[in-house]
């Protein structure tokens, strides 16, 4: 069965840091490019980041450039996320999500979601 | 960033009746590959959100026949032939041609 299962996400002070990670199975995980999309509470869907399959090229969106990390160890099946200088803006729930296609060169939708961890920035 | 518009905000349907949202982007999503790449999903109530259809007509793998997905350039539409109970909750388009990879504001979808 493919599966992505999220952890790492708490409550965190505005300003503060944590890195989420992504435990996958049930595929080759070094063959697919990977996401981060979150959602904030009562709102939608917003990508937030996402890494080559063989990790050499990573993207993020604008709200969280130069602030957050996006990598992966393909030896371990998992994906990370590197979040510093939090703001009460990025609570939400975070989901690693797989890309569709093998050894894209961009994103051809995502198929797998894992249930998602919540960030919460609050003092 | 390419902006997705999707109307209606919300829809109040009858089972076994049909349903269709319509999804707008601020610019073209055909690519110089010959494809289109706009997707759909459905994020069911306390749900993650799950994969219907991709680059505009072709449905994922066990999804039910009564959706699909049309369109064109900028112009797109999801049509659900006959609304069953558990087709209830948020559908979402994106786009995945230009980075940042961009929703739509989603449609909310209940029984009437």
């Known amino acids: 069965e493919v599966q992505l299962v999220e952890s790492g996400g708490v409550v965190v002070q505005p300003g503060g840091s944590l890195r989420l990670s992504c435990a996958a199975s049930g595929f080759t995980f070094d063959d697919y490019n990977m996401h981060w999309v979150r959602q904030a509470p009562g709102k939608g869907l917003e990508w937030v980041s996402l890494i080559s399959w063989d990790g050499i090229s990573t993207y993020h969106a604008d709200s969280v450039e130069g602030r957050f990390t996006i990598s992966r160890d393909n030896s371990k099946n998992s994906l990370y996320l590197q979040m510093n200088s939090l703001r009460t803006e990025d609570t939400a729930l975070y989901y690693c999500a797989k890309d569709r296609v093998r050894f894209g060169e961009f994103s051809y939708g995502m198929d797998v979601w894992g249930q998602g961890t919540t960030v919460t920035v609050s003092s | 960033d390419i902006v997705m518009t999707q109307t209606p905000l919300s829809l109040s349907v009858t089972p076994g009746q049909p349903a269709s949202i319509s999804c707008k982007s601020s610019q073209s999503l055909l690519h110089s590959d010959g494809k289109t790449y706009l997707h759909w999903y459905l994020q069911k109530p306390g749900q993650s959100p799950q994969f219907l259809i991709y680059?505009?007509?072709n449905r994922f793998s066990g999804v039910p026949d009564r959706f699909s997905g049309s369109g064109s350039g900028t112009d797109f539409t999801l049509k659900i032939s006959r609304l069953e109970a558990e087709d209830v909750g948020v559908y979402y388009c994106?786009?995945?041609?230009?980075?940042?990879?961009?929703f739509g504001g989603g449609t909310k979808v209940e029984i009437k």
């Open positions: 994106m786009q995945s041609i230009h980075l940042p990879l961009t």
């Open positions: 680059e505009v007509s």
